[in-house]
């Protein structure tokens, strides 16, 4: 009478490692690639000479840093590399207004992303992600132009602009009967980093064409 084929095995050591990742995590096991999510680096560059706009700045990268795998760098306008702008996915500015518009050091940053930088002919920051907010002393002090015109620069540059915590971004009146920064206008800048990074990691998760 024949015999039945023998039944396949595995080899034990591999057996043992499915049983042990069956029992532990209920699951088998996975790749590498699989189980390690995708990371954003999201760049929040400010400039600021009362402290008003940096903590504005430091609320934007506490939103941020609340959407999972997402790396914030957070620096002074005139303290941003080349390496630091092209190597992020999404760049955050902000700028207190000064007569309705944009600090001179903001302006100075965006005129060094061809001068110093060499954006162009290649549009290095085609299609990262990009935002705004802006402090200011009075309510209608230019706090919209400031950022329209952070945004208009990066359109420019053929980002992709986002808001977040207002129409056109964060903003907060640091005067009359609100001084500084309150807990609302600190709520709108987190709105706004954590929306940035939202956005910046559907873009980097997406399937390339």
């Not at 096991?29 to 504005?56: C, F, I, Q, W």
């Not at 390496?83 to 760049?91: G, I, K």
């Not at 940053?109 to 290649?122: A, I, L």
Request: contains cysteine; hydrophobic residues 45%.
């Amino acid at each position: 009478m024949p015999t039945a084929a023998p039944a396949p095995f595995l080899p034990k050591a591999v057996a043992v490692s499915l049983l042990i990742c069956i029992a532990v995590f209920g699951v088998s096991p996975v790749s590498a690639d699989e189980s390690v999510p995708l990371s954003v680096k999201v760049l929040v560059a400010y400039h600021s000479r009362s402290g008003n706009t940096e903590r504005m700045a430091e609320a934007v990268v506490e939103g941020a840093k609340s959407v999972p795998g997402t790396i914030v760098l957070m620096k002074r306008v005139g303290q941003v590399t080349a390496d630091d702008l092209f190597s992020s996915d999404a760049v955050v500015v902000g700028s207190p207004v000064y007569w309705s518009n944009m600090s001179g050091e903001v302006k100075t940053f965006f005129d060094n992303w061809q001068f110093k930088f060499g954006v162009f002919p290649e549009f290095k920051m085609k299609n990262k992600v990009g935002a705004a907010f802006a402090t200011a002393g009075q309510v209608s002090s230019g706090k919209e132009v400031t950022m329209l015109t952070i945004l208009a620069a990066m359109l420019g540059n053929q980002m992709i602009v986002v808001s977040g915590g207002g129409a056109f971004g964060a903003s907060a009146t640091t005067e009359g009967d609100s001084p500084g920064i309150d807990n609302k206008e600190l709520a709108d800048a987190r709105a706004l980093g954590q929306r940035v990074a939202e956005v910046a990691a559907l873009i980097h998760s997406a399937p390339s064409r």
